[in-house]
């Protein structure tokens, strides 16, 4: 008699964040490493995701409550283009500057 192993909390918590982690991969190989998704890019989750990812990475300062974003999954993010100081909304920027 065997028993599969049951996935801990923190072993699904990592497989979700390897999925969202390979979503924007995927979409930073379509925008030529460029990971800075805007909100209106067509994925609100994968938006939502990369910005609770800067939220964590900016969690060292005594104004956030979240789990601090670990350096390897730092780097990684950065790695495909992922601007992790980056506040907001990138395609903000670009879509009030075209309409002036």
């Not at 909390?9 to 497989?15: A, F, G, I, R, Y």
Request: proline residues 5%.
């Amino acid at each position: 008699l065997s028993f599969k192993q049951v996935p801990t909390p923190e072993h699904l918590k990592e497989q979700e964040w390897e999925a969202y982690f390979a979503r924007l991969e995927a979409y930073s190989q379509k925008h030529d490493g460029d990971a800075n998704i805007a909100k209106d890019g067509g994925d609100e989750q994968l938006w939502e995701w990369a910005r609770e990812q800067r939220s964590a990475f900016k969690s060292g300062s005594p104004a956030f409550r979240k789990a601090p974003l670990s350096s390897d999954r730092a780097m990684r993010l950065q790695s495909i283009g992922l601007d992790l100081s980056m506040r907001g909304d990138p395609g903000r920027w670009e879509k009030m500057y075209a309409n002036l």
